[in-house]
């Protein structure tokens, strides 16, 4: 797939098959694209702002399949089954200053077998108040599941976190929060990321983009429809540590179709 090359315009109108949606693919990308230009998700340097901080930044303004979006019960797509093969592994938790990061080691991996496919998980990172919506509704966090395949192609996995009870992962992760940006903690804890998934699997698929600067192009999105749970405490110690709020808006649809 990482040898496709495929015009993104093209690829938004015929999302109605996961074929398309294969297809939609941009070449090998990187999970966490690096810049020195500072953008955040306020002010000047705001969401609104991005696509003028820098000539990297463009696609944050002029991209067609832009992430998040408002998710809805659309087109019934027959998706294939998900198996999440993900292994406990120590604590490698990351302050970046717009989220606190998992990074993880090799070896857990999210397949298709239906299609073929596999990606292996490379981190997975917080937002709140979650970034996309689904039937309109916003929660109070989401983790992104950010995989990529042997070519550099992204997956990205999106749970929604409800406010309710208190989530036994977020506990362990939390106890080693870093403080301050730029920090890490390393902790021979293992943590059980599958936990983090809701039971039931049900998901909506659709080509999008990262949803932070440079909003890269030609990411696979999978946001599953159920969400888990965390308690206020938790929701409010992950927003003391990086803003009340790191979420970019939800972007137009366009032309794209959400696969159920």
């Known amino acids: 797939m990482g040898d496709l090359k495929v015009n993104k315009t093209v690829c938004a109108a015929y999302l109605a098959t996961i074929p398309a949606l294969l297809l939609c693919l941009a070449s090998p990308l990187l999970a966490e694209e690096k810049?020195?230009?500072h953008w955040s998700y306020e002010g000047e340097s705001g969401p609104e702002h991005w696509g003028e901080l820098s000539p990297d930044f463009l696609?944050?303004?002029e991209g067609w399949t832009q992430t998040p979006v408002n998710l809805v019960d659309e087109v019934d797509g027959n998706l294939p089954t998900l198996e999440f093969e993900y292994y406990s592994g120590d604590i490698n938790e990351t302050n970046n200053g717009h989220s606190i990061q998992q990074n993880m080691n090799p070896g857990s991996f999210l397949r298709v077998p239906e299609k073929n496919l596999e990606f292996e998980l490379k981190q997975f990172h917080f937002h709140s108040p979650s970034e996309h919506t689904i039937n309109g509704k916003s929660f109070a966090m989401e983790v992104h599941f950010v995989h990529a395949d042997k070519n550099g192609n992204l997956a990205v996995v999106g749970v929604m976190i409800d406010e309710g009870e208190e989530h036994p992962v977020l506990k362990q992760l939390w106890a080693f929060m870093p403080e301050n940006p730029g920090e890490t903690s390393q902790e021979p804890i293992?943590?059980?990321e599958t936990n983090l998934l809701p039971p039931t699997r049900d998901y909506y698929a659709y080509s999008g983009s990262l949803t932070t600067p440079p909003c890269t192009e030609g990411?696979?999105?999978v946001v599953l429809k159920t969400p888990v749970q965390a308690s206020a405490?938790?929701?409010e110690t992950f927003k003391k540590r990086v803003g009340p709020a790191t979420n970019r808006p939800v972007?137009?649809?366009n032309a794209r179709m959400i696969l159920d």
């Open 35 to 37: 810049s020195t230009h």
């Open 59 to 61: 696609m944050c303004s």
């Open 190 to 192: 293992g943590i059980e």
């Open 219 to 221: 990411v696979r999105w």
């Open 233 to 235: 405490e938790q929701i």
């Open 251 to 253: 972007q137009p649809l």
